[in-house]
């Protein structure tokens, strides 16, 4: 991770949306296709300027109407995150503007958040429903975020999150939430082609792990892959998560030294939320250095949503990333790149600047990549490349 595969003097040609040579640039210049096309050739200056590939973000939640200003200023308050979900506030308190709004107004939303996103670099985005929890709901949000990304250059992966939190007419009746999950929404998902992952909240308070690996278990059958909100607030044994073969598993703010070593030994991806944790008030960021002595495949993204971490921007990931867990400049950036891409089975095709992948680019008004970390609370993306579309200044 700490190599960036840094090329100075560089220049990169793209042809149909794909990267066709990159390197050096008087190798580049010699290339058959552009000396075939010279004179077609439109050129980019980014002379000064630092590309590296557009941010993959691999953990966000845009499905959602409103922001959660009470939340917010309870938080500021003193409460903590268990106390104003017990008030009435936290995942619930989005719940109802979700069911109110119509699929043309998420849609909008959501392509919102995609726009915003792209201003910051990201040029990939992983986006999850979970904020309607009923079938139709559901549903909706996820047919809204397929309706936004094709209004969007950039590339989404949609994620099914039916199982966030049990919804308040089941607190009652918990037990039957679990089949409504398993045996109306993962199906009804698959069939009209409406999700590429299932999702769970496995925390006190929402999914229990047998709650979690009955869930899994639907996705796989169904053909879904799978990823997991996990240990965010509480440890939890993660063995028979990557069993299951979880794609990622995401938050990691408390993971068992045992576990570790086992998220280093699998094909899972270690996903890093700590905007969460900053939005929070938390102290408890993840230990990205013990997980990266151990071999982990690290990823970095924003989990932007509207309760605890309302950022579109991965540069200040980056900065916590850096600041708070110690990842220097190059793991960071890998991780919010190449590695987002891992995450979301993107690899041949996402976060790399390489022959072959996706003309995917994001440029910073930076002479030095370190600076990206460096400067925090300021946009310094100046433009992006989206499947080879410019867009910004």
């Given at each position: 991770?700490?190599?960036i595969g840094?090329v100075?003097?560089?220049?990169?040609?793209?042809?149909?949306?794909?990267?066709?040579?990159?390197?050096k640039?008087r190798d580049?210049?010699r290339?058959?296709?552009y000396?075939?096309?010279r004179?077609?050739?439109?050129?980019?200056d980014?002379s000064?300027r630092t590309?590296?590939?557009g941010f993959v973000?691999?953990h966000?939640?845009?499905?959602?109407?409103h922001?959660?200003?009470?939340?917010?200023?309870?938080?500021?308050a003193?409460?903590?995150?268990?106390?104003?979900a017990?008030?009435?506030?936290?995942?619930?308190?989005s719940v109802?503007?979700?069911?109110m709004?119509s699929?043309?107004?998420?849609?909008?939303?959501?392509?919102?958040?995609f726009?915003r996103?792209?201003?910051?670099?990201?040029?990939t985005v992983?986006?999850?429903?979970?904020?309607?929890?009923?079938?139709?709901?559901e549903?909706?949000?996820l047919r809204?975020?397929r309706?936004a990304?094709?209004a969007?250059?950039g590339a989404v992966?949609?994620?099914?999150?039916?199982?966030?939190?049990?919804?308040?007419?089941?607190t009652?009746?918990?037990?039957?939430?679990?089949p409504l999950v398993v045996?109306?929404?993962?199906?009804?998902?698959k069939?009209?082609?409406?999700?590429?992952f299932v999702?769970?909240?496995?925390?006190?308070?929402a999914?229990?792990?047998?709650?979690t690996?009955?869930?899994f278990?639907?996705?796989?059958k169904?053909?879904l892959?799978?990823r997991?909100?996990?240990g965010?607030?509480?440890?939890?044994?993660?063995?028979r998560?990557?069993?299951?073969?979880?794609?990622?598993?995401?938050?990691?703010?408390h993971v068992?030294?045992k576990?570790?070593?086992?998220?280093?030994?699998?094909?899972s991806v270690?996903?890093?939320?700590p905007g969460?944790v900053y939005?929070?008030?938390?102290?408890?960021y993840p230990?990205?250095?013990?997980?990266?002595?151990?071999?982990?495949a690290?990823?970095?993204?924003?989990d932007?949503?509207?309760?605890?971490?309302?950022?579109?921007s991965?540069?200040?990931?980056?900065?916590?990333?850096?600041?708070?867990?110690?990842m220097?400049?190059a793991?960071?950036i890998?991780?919010?790149?190449?590695n987002g891409?891992?995450?979301?089975?993107l690899?041949?095709?996402?976060?790399?600047?390489?022959?072959?992948?996706?003309?995917?680019?994001a440029?910073?008004?930076t002479?030095d990549?370190?600076?990206?970390?460096?400067?925090?609370g300021e946009n310094?993306?100046?433009r992006?490349?989206?499947g080879?579309?410019?867009?910004g200044?």
């Open positions: 991770m700490s190599d840094l100075t003097d560089a220049a990169v040609l793209c042809h149909n949306g794909k990267t066709v040579a990159a390197g640039q580049v210049l290339h058959d296709l000396r075939a096309n004179k077609k050739v439109k050129v980019l980014c000064g590309v590296i590939p973000d691999s966000t939640h845009p499905a959602f109407i922001p959660r200003l009470k939340d917010f200023e309870l938080r500021t003193g409460a903590t995150y268990a106390e104003i017990k008030s009435g506030g936290g995942i619930h308190s109802e503007a979700v069911r709004a699929q043309s107004q998420l849609t909008r939303h959501v392509l919102s958040a726009e996103m792209q201003v910051h670099g990201t040029t992983e986006a999850k429903s979970g904020y309607g929890l009923t079938l139709k709901d549903l909706k949000s809204a975020i309706s990304a094709k969007w250059p992966r949609t994620t099914l999150l039916g199982a966030h939190v049990v919804p308040r007419e089941f009652k009746n918990r037990s039957a939430y679990i045996e109306k929404m993962i199906p009804a998902a069939k009209l082609k409406l999700a590429d999702d769970v909240f496995c925390e006190e308070g999914f229990s792990l047998e709650e690996l009955k869930i278990d639907a996705a796989k169904n053909g892959k799978t997991a909100h996990v965010q607030f509480t440890a939890c044994p993660l063995e998560l990557l069993d299951s073969g979880v794609s990622s598993l995401d938050h990691l703010d068992q030294k576990d570790v070593a086992q998220i280093a030994d699998s094909d270690a996903t890093l939320l969460a939005f929070l008030g938390g102290k408890r230990d990205a250095r013990a997980l990266i002595r151990a071999g982990a690290l990823a970095l993204a924003t932007f949503n509207p309760g605890t971490s309302p950022t579109p991965m540069s200040f990931i980056l900065s916590l990333a850096c600041t708070q867990m110690k220097t400049p793991e960071a890998n991780a919010a790149t190449v891409a891992h995450a979301l089975g690899s041949m095709s996402k976060g790399r600047i390489a022959e072959t992948f996706d003309a995917d680019f440029i910073f008004k002479k990549y370190r600076e990206i970390c460096y400067w925090f310094l993306c100046e992006t490349v989206t080879g579309v410019v867009t200044n």
